[in-house]
């Protein structure tokens, strides 16, 4: 062999060395490129999956929120309507009237008092034969006796 096909050989395998290695190079630079893209891409996919999520949560957290609130409101009032039960059994175990009673007993005692003031007016005041006598006798019942009203100020 001579030199020149050394030489020659030498160069043709450094070229080939060279085109390889040339080759490596811009196939590791299409890599970054292509990982660049589809990692972009990817990228994006996952933010506009990660905003499905979050609006699927809000929902849900939503939807629990008014279930937690509607289930609160329905307790507060079972509760209420309970309490007001044993409330009316234990003032009506007491013999303390309700209220639509104590409003029948106002409107009757109301009815009462009219027909008072109607009937007092038109039955003429009894004189004895002696006049001065009956206002005497009159305030002194009137002195001696409390009146109902007075009895039941002192009595509360």
């Known amino acids: 062999m001579n030199t020149e096909q050394v030489t020659t050989g030498y160069r043709k395998l450094q070229d080939e060395l060279f085109e390889s290695t040339r080759r490596i190079w811009l196939a590791g630079l299409g890599t970054l490129s292509v990982v660049e893209e589809e990692s972009t891409e990817i990228f994006d996919q996952l933010i506009k999956k990660g905003r499905l999520v979050e609006e699927k949560s809000r929902q849900r957290m939503s939807k629990t929120k008014a279930e937690i609130e509607s ?3 329905e307790l507060s009032e079972e ?8 409330v009316s059994g234990v003032l009506q ?3 303390v009237p309700s209220r639509a009673q104590v409003q029948d007993l106002t409107q009757r005692v109301e009815q009462l008092s009219e027909q008072v ?3 007092a007016p038109a039955q003429p005041v009894k004189k004895s034969s002696t006049g001065a006598g009956t206002t005497k006798t009159t305030k002194t019942a ?6 109902a009203a007075k009895t039941r100020k002192t009595a509360a």
């Open 71 to 73: 289930g609160t409101e």
């Open 79 to 86: 509760l209420a309507e309970k309490l007001d039960r044993q």
């Open 93 to 95: 175990k007491l013999g």
């Open 117 to 119: 003031d109607r009937l």
């Open 142 to 147: 009137a002195k001696t006796k409390p009146t």
